[in-house]
């Protein structure tokens, strides 16, 4: 055997428990969770998802008591998805002031004030034809939909969302959000791109 291929032996530091204490570099504990979550206006009843067994679709009613449930689980952080029964060409319900995607991060923020939200930003549950911008026959029109991804983004900003989480796979979108939200006082609003969100293997269902 060439003693070349056995140089690394990071298999040492694994002997024991308290071994792989000394060397473990990644915690993870409920700082680095969160939540994300569906929430459907008009809805009932909570909604099972099939493509996410034991998911489910949370009636928008149902917001305020699931956000004092999942605070009291420990969990600091929620995305917000909504599912929208106010659907036009643009999506536009979603950058209303009192439309799904703000009464979302308003309820949260009303109901627990520490709670970090995340505010999922895309246009596909609020358009007509399901895509996620503005369509001219079959083709996005990329710099509309980054405008109103901008508006978007300032809507759920002003209703207390902490993080914008743009989803739209538009390109410059994190650019143009950026500087609508600066351009409307909202410096300190944080954005996670999709990249990010992307980079989590529990985002794989999504
Ligand atoms: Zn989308």
Redesign the pocket.
């Given at each position: 055997m060439n003693n070349l291929h056995s140089i690394q032996r990071m298999r040492r530091l694994r002997k024991t428990e308290k071994m792989r204490d000394l060397f473990q570099e990644t915690h993870l504990s409920l700082n680095d969770l969160c939540l994300p979550i569906f929430v459907e206006e008009g809805l009932d009843d909570y909604k099972q998802i099939d493509s996410m067994p034991g998911v489910v679709r949370i009636p928008e009613k149902r917001l305020a008591y699931e956000i004092e449930r999942i605070a009291k689980a420990g969990i600091k952080s929620v995305m917000t998805f909504g599912v929208s029964h106010h659907l036009d060409e643009t999506g536009s319900d979603a950058w209303q002031e009192n439309g799904l995607v703000a009464r979302m991060s308003r309820i949260c923020k009303e109901t627990v004030p520490e709670m970090i939200v995340m505010s999922d930003t895309?246009?596909?549950?609020y358009t007509s034809h399901g895509?996620?911008?503005v369509m001219h026959g079959d083709i996005v029109d990329n710099d509309a939909t980054i405008h109103n991804l901008g508006l978007q983004a300032v809507a759920a900003a002003r209703a207390g969302a902490d993080f914008i989480a743009p989803?739209?796979?538009m390109d410059g979108q994190v650019a143009a959000i950026r500087q609508a939200l600066d351009a409307a006082g909202f410096k300190d609003t944080a954005i996670m791109s999709y990249s990010t969100k992307f980079a989590s293997a529990l985002y794989g269902p999504i």
């Open positions: 895309c246009f596909c549950e895509h996620c911008g989803s739209a796979a």
